[in-house]
């Protein structure tokens, strides 16, 4: 007899049952009996055999076990381990059995029994859930994607949502294990104070926010209520890391709580770090302790425009070495003296930074004045009468999205043209060999962060320094959600 093809079980079949009226999370409503066929396996040390030559008739839907203890009047031991077969197969109409089923029946090695299949609150997921509860008319977007930072669940509820909030919040806590608070922003990022924080709510789980994350093997603690992180960021970080080289020197004027200063510290690049958030400084110092590189991140609180000329001005002035020792080799497991002792290497930190990272893309445009002049009078530095490169700037910024294929070109010589107006210089289009305008990412439906990298124009850090204020840029006075 042909093998009928195993058409999809009805969907309906395996959801959960429907309470709209629902305001209050009741788990213990979430329960239904569904009837299937179940094929008992008389040989228990055939069950993974047969399980795999009757794939096509096991039942195989997500967080259901088809390997359960059976018990029914017709096994000769009253129990078996067994198989729950998909709603295709029918207890009573041999023509739905694959032949392998018909012939395992036949040759005694398998008995098909009914079986009552029970589906709890655990057997279905958010998704699931969360369109047995809310009402229809709200079913197009149902809330999926949040932001996990540690263990928190960080939620931007849409208006209509928010009467739901406490459903969404205690399902959303109970699927996913990994999350124990659950909060949603009430306000966009730096709209309340210039750290860059925002207003929340906890929907679900302890007002604890002080969180441990892991980023390009580099362990972060902080307090996610005070300070500013961005976990879709870390493809970014990772990027703009992997420019330093070893030995280098890193002028970090944004640091926050060290994602680009510590991976970059982590391969021997010596970082200033500033933020002017203390609570992003405190946590910037630990963070360097706990990945053990606070030799090589030097913390720094303070106003980020004076920041890039004070520690220019330092790291040329300072004398800074640190001494690694090299792990030595053994020969045997004797107390006696290692042999092959390989000497300390000696860190030596440079005298000029080699890039300049400035993350704060609502403003951080603003910032570029600073560098008119930085190093006015210190020609003898550079090249061509040393081997020193001026440094390469890194400066995030917002800008809007292009509304057709043809138009990044034109977004990014807006950007170009407002970098050359901060610096009072013309610098090259977006084309030349050292600028470069990347698409980071989308913050919002008509706007989108970049990145600006170029190196700093011997006209800019030469002049003499300027006497005025740096110019405002007109719209970007606050940190916008990222």
């Not at 967080?63 to 198989?83: M, N, Q, W």
């Not at 739905?96 to 089923?101: D, Q, R």
């Not at 930190?349 to 600073?370: D, E, G, M, R």
Request: aromatic share 8%.
């Amino acid at each position: 007899m042909a093998h009928l093809a195993q058409t999809e079980p009805s969907a309906d079949m395996f959801r959960p049952p429907i309470n709209r009226a629902m305001k209050t999370l009741d788990r213990s409503f979430f329960h239904k009996e569904i009837m299937l066929a179940a094929a008992c396996i008389l040989d228990k040390k055939n069950i993974w055999m047969h399980r795999k030559e009757l794939s096509r008739d096991v039942l195989q839907i997500p967080r259901v076990t088809p390997v359960r203890e059976i018990t029914s009047d017709l096994l000769p031991e009253k129990t078996a381990r067994g198989l729950i077969m998909n709603p295709n197969i029918k207890l009573e109409d041999e023509s739905s059995w694959g032949l392998k089923l018909q012939n395992l029946v036949k040759k005694g090695e398998i008995i098909l029994t009914p079986y009552h299949l029970n589906m709890e609150y655990d057997n279905w997921n958010y998704h699931d859930i969360m369109s047995a509860i809310l009402p229809e008319d709200e079913q197009s977007e149902i809330p999926v994607g949040f932001t996990t930072v540690g263990h928190v669940a960080h939620l931007n509820l849409r208006e209509q949502y928010l009467p739901y909030q406490s459903l969404i919040a205690s399902v959303l806590l109970d699927k996913n294990h990994t999350i124990s608070t659950v909060i949603n922003k009430i306000d966009d990022v730096g709209e309340e104070n210039e750290f860059r924080t925002f207003r929340y709510k906890v929907l679900a789980g302890p007002d604890n926010l002080k969180v441990h994350v892991k980023q390009q093997d580099c362990f972060f603690a902080f307090d996610y209520s005070k300070v500013y992180w961005n976990p879709r960021l870390g493809t970014e970080h990772s990027r703009l890391v992997g420019k330093f080289q070893p030995g280098e020197a890193v002028c970090d004027v944004m640091a926050g709580v060290g994602p680009f200063a510590i991976p970059a510290a982590k391969k021997k690049v010596w970082v200033w770090a500033n933020d002017l958030n203390p609570h992003s400084h405190k946590s910037l110092v630990n963070n360097a302790k706990k990945n053990k590189v606070l030799q090589f991140v030097l913390g720094h609180c303070t106003d980020g425009r004076s920041f890039i000329r004070s520690a220019t001005a330092g790291l040329l002035s300072s004398d800074r070495k640190v001494t690694i020792p090299l792990e030595s080799s053994r020969t045997s497991r004797t107390s006696s003296p290692p042999r092959n002792r390989k000497p300390a290497k000696i860190h030596t930190q440079p005298k000029i930074f080699s890039h300049y990272v400035l993350n704060l893309p609502a403003t951080a445009l603003t910032f570029l004045p600073s560098f008119i002049g930085l190093f006015a009078d210190q020609e003898s530095l550079f090249a061509p009468h040393t081997e020193t490169k001026l440094p390469m700037i890194h400066v995030y910024c917002f800008s809007s999205k292009p509304k057709s294929d043809d138009q990044p070109l034109a977004e990014k010589e807006k950007i170009c043209q407002e970098v050359s107006e901060q610096l009072e210089y013309a610098i090259e289009k977006p084309e030349d060999e050292e600028m470069e305008i990347r698409d980071v990412r989308d913050v919002a439906p008509q706007k989108r962060m970049f990145c600006v990298s170029f190196r700093l124009p011997k006209e800019v850090a030469f002049r003499d320094r300027p006497v005025r204020s740096p110019r405002p840029k007109g719209s970007a006075s606050r940190e916008e959600s990222v």
